[in-house]
């Protein structure tokens, strides 16, 4: 039985404290039944104020699951924190489109008014401007705001809702859609009390993360957004392909159609092109037993074919009022933190959407950060394996991933994660405000 999510959160004196205070939670929840578990505060009290020498917290939906998190003490559900010189650095992934599905972000509408207030904001604007309502596409009508299509019948929800399934990923849909889901998380962590130190976006991720950085108003960005979606809609369908291999290993390929449209890792490349000789290279990479995947997107982002939508594009943003980050911002273009004259550059902009994503670079460098977290917004841990993969990775990587959404086939709740989220947040150092939270 799985019933709603509670946060169990533990503090301790010492060490051995913690420990023998985690295997004594653990015998009592073991006599708990479901109902009686239900009954627990959503968010304890403790955590509300204490200041915490030691502490550990586990976000779960029964006392069985909760009791066995605690017994294993998987650091990747059980998270443990202690005093800290400082706090931690937390960077704001901001995704691309391809993960997004029918009901994501269902259970924070309902759970954090700041994300639902926000989610609406970015509908509004999208709506009376550009005539586009998302709603029905993210929550199909039938089941409303708290739509779940996901789980373990997953595939039979989703064909179920194959028409909405299929226009979410249609491009003028699917990158306003993402926009604005991240850009509401973005600002509801902020408000609970986990504002980010740094941000960096991976394709559309980087509008967002500089709408939030302040670069653009969400009224610009989203203009920005819509434009630069309908105009990719217009041209020639086109393919992605994530390839295991550096980009030494495919010129080959790139043979001026084909383009590299990311660098992951040094050996983490996606590639970039018409329909054919994307297939093509498909084809040739599995029979050399290389590893190779196509993404789920209509168009050929970041590749040579996006090239004639940077002069629409520039004449666009040179009537927007393009300021400096407000935060730091690592450019995907560059790799580099962006620069203000980048940021008030048209041109930087309108080249992004066909330029190389260097998000391996954007790594290197939020890994180096003091005590960096890294908390992914997007659905699922696209961005979050890649982290966990880079040669950069502190040797505790995996307590310093933070993951927000849950990927299309997971099974666990919206709110369960979200408890876990703000546990790992709060573990680390970040004083959370529990009274936005509204999990039941």
């Known amino acids: 039985m799985s019933g709603p999510a509670r946060l169990l959160t533990l503090t301790a004196p010492t060490p051995e404290a913690l420990e023998q205070a985690t295997d004594d939670l653990a015998a009592r929840l073991d006599g708990l039944d479901d109902t009686a578990f239900a009954r627990l505060p959503a968010i304890p009290d403790a955590t509300r104020s204490v200041r915490r020498p030691l502490c550990r917290a586990v976000a779960a939906s029964s006392p069985a699951d909760a009791a066995r998190r605690l017994r294993r003490r998987d650091p990747r559900r059980v998270f443990t ?16 489109v391809g993960d997004q599905y029918p009901g994501l972000g269902a259970g924070l509408y309902r759970c954090v008014p700041a994300f639902r207030r926000e989610l609406d904001r970015c509908f509004a604007v ?31 929800r ?3 809702h194959r028409a909405t399934a299929q226009e979410i990923h249609r491009t003028v849909v699917a990158q306003p859609l993402v926009f604005s889901v991240q850009y509401a998380l973005a600002r509801a962590l902020t408000e609970l009390g986990a ?17 939030v950085a302040g670069v653009l108003t969400l009224q610009d960005a989203l203009r920005l ?19 295991m291999a550096g980009p030494g290993q495919l010129t080959a390929y790139l043979d001026g159609t084909v383009s590299v449209a990311a660098l992951n890792g040094p050996a983490q490349t996606v590639l970039s092109g018409p329909a054919g000789p994307i297939e093509q290279a498909a084809r040739e990479l599995t029979a050399q037993g290389v590893a190779c995947r196509r993404l789920a997107t209509t168009h050929a982002f970041h590749s ?27 450019s995907s273009v560059t790799g580099n933190w962006l620069r203000a004259e980048e940021a008030t550059s048209p041109g930087y902009w309108a080249a992004q959407l066909s330029r190389t994503i260097r998000f391996a670079d954007q790594l290197t460098l939020a890994w180096r950060l003091p005590r960096p977290l ?39 709740p919206e709110a369960e994660l979200l408890l876990t989220a703000l546990g790992q947040l709060w573990t680390a150092g970040t004083d959370i405000d529990w009274g936005q939270v509204a999990v039941e």
């Open 81 to 96: 924190g202690g005093p800290a010189p400082d706090r931690p650095s937390r960077v704001f992934l901001f995704c691309g």
């Open 126 to 156: 999208l709506d009376a401007e550009h005539g586009l309502d998302p709603r029905p596409v993210l929550f199909p009508p039938d089941t409303g705001a708290t739509a779940d299509l996901r789980g373990g019948d997953a595939l039979a």
């Open 158 to 160: 989703l064909y179920d």
């Open 195 to 211: 504002a980010p130190a740094a941000l960096a976006g991976y394709s559309i991720g980087e509008p967002a993360a500089a709408c």
């Open 225 to 243: 957004v819509v434009r630069r979606a309908r105009l990719m809609a217009e041209l020639p369908p086109g393919a992605m392909l994530a390839v």
């Open 304 to 330: 040579a074919q996006a090239r004639p939508l940077a002069k629409p594009l520039e004449r666009l943003l040179g009537t927007l009022p393009l300021r400096p980050p407000a935060l730091p911002l690592l």
């Open 374 to 412: 890294l908390v992914e917004l997007g659905p699922g841990q696209a961005l979050s394996r890649l982290a966990l993969q880079h040669p950069d990775r502190p040797a505790d990587a995996p307590a310093r991933v933070v993951q927000t959404l849950p990927g299309v086939f997971e099974s666990r």
